[in-house]
């Protein structure tokens, strides 16, 4: 009898420590916006006239995914849709950056997802600066990634000596 007690016990603080830790998904924190504002997000990319405001929508559901928990992919997937629609836009790698921020390897992904799809030079230099700005930013904070930080160091020289 001795050994149910024990594991019913551990039963017990397993489920509690489950409960605890998954609290934010179930719905404790309702201070984050969820699927709600992700439905209007859609809703206003459905209503969208121009590549403007298309590329406002897919950012603003960007935002909305990067904050639910579990929606991290999505959240760049749309984040690289606006970027398409706007090529040439700073605003969206840096709106990007800060809605993946604690998320670095989707972060990773999108920005050289980013860097593969425009030419780096010419109307996209800007955002092509502001990518590579954030791919730095990413590896110089691993010691592993510095051979990476540095090679991003040299592309942005690169674009700077190019354009003059």
């Not at 969820?34 to 897919?58: C, F, H, I, M």
């Amino acid at each position: 009898m001795d050994w149910q007690l024990s594991v019913e016990l551990a039963a017990v603080v397993f489920g509690a420590f489950v409960l605890y830790r998954f609290r934010p998904a179930i719905g404790g924190d309702t201070k984050k916006p969820g699927r709600g504002v992700l439905k209007e997000a859609r809703d206003r990319l459905a209503n969208a006239k121009n590549d403007a405001e298309k590329s406002d929508a897919l950012a603003a559901a960007g935002d909305a995914c990067a904050r639910t928990v579990g929606l991290g992919g999505a959240a760049s997937s749309y984040y690289l849709r606006a970027m398409r629609l706007a090529p040439d836009s700073v605003e969206l790698v840096d709106r990007a950056a800060q809605g993946l921020a604690r998320r670095p390897r989707l972060l990773e992904t999108l920005m050289w997802r980013r860097l593969g799809m425009e030419p780096w030079l010419g109307e996209h230099r800007a955002a092509t600066q502001a990518a590579l700005r954030q791919l730095h930013v990413i590896y110089t904070k691993s010691r592993r990634s510095v051979m990476r930080a540095k090679m991003v160091e040299r592309a942005l020289e690169a674009i700077d000596t190019s354009a003059k």
